[in-house]
T-cell receptor, first 118, second 111 residues
């Protein structure tokens, strides 16, 4: 059973370009989470999605950032018009909803995408 | 302190010694989880302790949770050089599925 997969592992963009980060959850998992980690810091929650639905986007910047989890295919985190401050590691996690609504399940993390904005 | 704040920020010990890391949080939680991150890598889930549990063991790991003090500790016994990593606590807050991470403890185990 493959774990959470993310690609690309490293992404370099120039200021103003778009960045697309992909995440395939573990088999059987229908919940996807995106987190951002700045150097020497912990992870900060960005968005939580289920298939075709954004459930919690309280951690997403209001502009330039968007996420989707279509019925078919991976979840995509999209950053438009990147700036140097977007340079970070972006981690995706997935979970299988075994707990009751509103409770946290164990989340399994992918290896991350390291975005560098020149 | 921030939600899920770890203490100490950095810890250096000799192989064979025990390592203890602490975590404090502020909100009401369903559970608290500990993760390990090797340099430049993803996170590995270590252990989850629910809010109605006080102590949990997994191999060389022992986790305690004190909800009255809003704190948790992670003990790694008989440490090995391979335990060198950053360790993060993450809280599953009541009513939310997202995890709130602390800033981590960087553990260095000297061979």
């Amino acid at each position: 059973n493959a774990g959470v997969m993310q690609n690309p592992r490293h992404l370099v963009r120039r200021r103003g370009q778009e960045a697309r980060l992909r995440c395939s959850p573990m088999k059987g998992h229908s919940h996807v989470y995106w987190y951002r980690q700045l150097p020497e810091e912990g992870l900060k929650f960005m968005v939580y999605l289920q298939k075709e639905n954004i459930i919690d986007e309280s951690g997403m910047p209001k502009e330039r950032f968007s996420a989707e989890f279509p019925k078919e295919g991976p979840s995509i985190l999209r950053i438009q018009q990147v700036v140097r401050g977007d340079s970070a590691a972006y981690f995706c996690a997935s979970s299988s909803p075994t707990a009751s609504s509103g409770s946290t399940d164990t989340q399994y993390f992918g290896p991350g995408t390291r975005l560098t904005v020149l | 302190s921030q939600q899920g704040e770890e203490d100490p920020q950095a810890l250096s010990i000799q192989e064979g010694e025990n390592a203890t890391m602490n975590c404090s949080y502020k909100t009401s939680i369903n559970n608290l989880q500990w993760y390990r991150q090797n340099s430049g890598r993803g996170l590995v889930h270590l252990i989850l302790i629910r809010s109605n549990e006080r102590e949990k063991h997994s191999g060389r790991l022992r986790v305690t949770l004190d909800t009255s003090k809003k704190s948790s500790s992670l003990l790694i016994t008989a440490s090995r050089a391979a335990d060198t990593a950053s360790y993060f606590c993450a809280t599953g807050d009541t009513g939310r599925r997202a995890l709130t991470f602390g800033s981590g403890t960087r553990l260095q185990v000297q061979p």
